[in-house]
């Protein structure tokens, strides 16, 4: 366990440190550690000297030092290799590794043909029916003369404002150019019932809904109890009144949030003395011969804090401190 240092100790660390600042050396203004001044033009000379490299080497000549200085980083002594001299003109060249030109010879007109290139003229016939060839001057007129997307014509959809095609859904009727709507078919307790145009209500009758059956009829009555512990029903007003006497459910909490807090469950002179079974994970027991209250982990009981001891420096630590 870590020492502190009390009061008293700190007078002792007080009084060596005074004992040994007794014996120092003030400083001299203007004087070294020695009799033998270390003076500015001494200093100069020595700046002036370079420092030797590591393998021993010499000191730099003020000759090198300015030669090295006109010299970049990095810097080598190069040359371009020399090559034969041509005129200019079309030539193929060779280049080696280094990206130097090796070799030039002049471009023949094998060369050229040997690309895809025809070696005859490239004059060609207008094109007919049967073969391809350049467009005459007829022709380019012609084409001059035809709309954009001429004969590609496309049926516009029909809408409020303009005339176009409609597609014919399920469940209509086309007569000669005619489109109708046929009735709503009713449905049975053993066949479907088909879609189709709603039957008119009559006047009155705005409260009633339409039927399956295609009929219009008054709604079943929906009155519904009042809920009791047995019986589903409607919330009676006194049961939302005690509904809205509680907070809201992130206030409360759940049983799983309290399983596991401390719980005292009384002293104990001893640790012995502890129960080591019927115990629960949180349980809490005052231990009196230690002072400290011990919890159960689920397999033994834990210490919650601990005893411990307050010792400071002795004065002979402190003297081997300035030994």
Known sequence: ???????????????????????????????????????????????????????????????????????????????????????????????????????????????ITGLGIPAQDTTYNDATNSSAG???????????????????????????????????????NVSDGTLSVPGMGAASASAAGTAGLVPGAAMGDQGKFLRADGTWADPANTEYSAATSSAAGLMSSTDKAKLDAFGNAEDYALKSDITNVYRYKGSVATVAALPASGNTVGDVYDVQERGINYAWDGTKWDPLGELFALESISNEEIDSLFV
Not at 49 to 62: E, F, I, K, R, V
Not at 77 to 90: N, V
Not at 97 to 104: I, K, P, Q, T, Y
């Open 1 to 111: 366990m870590s020492k502190y240092l009390d009061f008293t100790g700190l007078g002792r660390v007080l009084s060596k440190l005074t004992g040994l600042l007794s014996g120092k050396v003030d400083k001299v203004e203007g004087k070294g550690l020695s009799t033998n001044d270390y003076d500015a033009a001494a200093k100069g000379l020595v700046d002036k000297l370079a420092t030797a490299d590591a393998n021993g080497g010499t000191l730099m000549t003020t000759e090198q030092a300015a030669k090295l200085a006109g010299i970049e980083a990095g810097a080598n002594l190069y040359q371009h290799p020399t090559h034969t001299a041509h005129a200019s003109g079309l030539y193929k060249v060779t280049v080696d590794e280094s990206g130097h030109v090796s070799s030039a010879v002049e471009v023949v007109k094998a060369d």
């Open 134 to 172: 350049l467009m005459s001057a007829e022709d380019k007129a012609k084409l001059d003369g035809v709309a954009t997307g001429a004969n590609n014509y496309t049926l516009p959809a029909a809408t409020q404002q303009d005339l176009g095609g409609v597609r014919v859904g399920s469940g209509l």
